[in-house]
């Protein structure tokens, strides 16, 4: 019997490697441009063979989440398209409020937790220093549309952790416990694979294409304040935007 067989059960290995993987960079363990664990490091930590290391991570090289550069290793690949927002910033939750969908918002995740090297030098703190990670999955008509999670400055909004997600936007709260005005955001836009966990959120394919919208907010002040992601399925949002020149 192979190994493909023997183990995982309907689950071929090379997926499980590509999830762990894909996991560690989602959730911004595995920075951009940061090389991640040799072929042989991976191998020794998921207990699986060179060989099916060596095809999980040749599919996510094909996917664009990795890219490797011959006698260096295989690096967390940047997202090819950047642009600073302009004009007036809207939460998700306030726009679809101004377009007059009716939606639900669903806590998975509160929790105050250290920051890592990662996350502290996006909101501007200490490794260390606590912050508020929050995830949420927003739902319209029953069906998720996104999966939404913020990485939040407990510094510059005191009593932040308190507050009702459910039932307050993430810019209200802020805005409310900082004393002071949303200022702007920068984002990123990458086309990305759902993966397992994210796909079983968004109730879809660990295959299925997704939208992911990464953004640091800043107040009006400068200060970062949110450092997170949003993740919308293909097939279930369609994102609409005005600008002139």
């Known amino acids: ?3 493909e067989t023997r183990r995982g059960g309907d689950r071929r290995l090379h997926e499980q490697v590509t999830d762990f993987v894909r996991e560690k960079i989602y959730a911004r363990e595995w920075g ?3 090389p991640i ?3 042989h490091e991976l191998s020794e930590m998921l207990s699986l063979s060179r060989g099916t ?3 999980g991570v040749r599919t996510l090289v094909d996917e664009g989440l ?8 295989t690096f967390v690949a940047s997202p090819v398209m950047a642009r600073p927002t302009s004009g007036h910033l809207l939460s998700f939750a306030e726009s679809m409020g101004e377009a007059g969908i009716s939606h639900v918002t669903r806590v998975v995740t509160q929790e105050v937790r250290q920051a890592s090297e990662i996350c502290a030098r996006h909101l501007g703190i200490d490794v260390g220093e606590s912050y508020l990670y929050l995830e949420r999955v927003r739902s319209v008509d029953g069906h998720p549309v996104m999966y939404i999670e913020s990485h939040l400055n407990l510094g510059a909004c005191p009593g932040l952790d308190e507050a009702d997600f459910e039932r307050e936007s993430v810019f209200r709260v802020i805005e409310r416990t900082s004393g002071r005005g949303i200022g702007g955001s920068e984002v990123t836009y990458s086309a990305r694979v759902a993966g397992s966990r994210r796909g079983g959120l968004l109730d879809c394919d660990s295959h299925a294409p997704v939208l992911q919208m990464e953004q640091l907010v800043h ?9 997170g992601s949003v993740w919308l399925p293909a097939n279930r ?3 609409k935007g005005e600008a002139s020149r």
């Open 1 to 3: 019997m192979s190994e």
């Open 66 to 73: 990795l890219v490797q550069h011959r006698g260096r290793g």
């Open 237 to 239: 949002c369609v994102i």
């Open 219 to 227: 107040l009006d002040d400068g200060t970062p304040v949110e450092w």
């Open 53 to 55: 290391v060596k095809r």
């Open 37 to 39: 664990p040799s072929e």
């Open 32 to 34: 951009v441009n940061e």
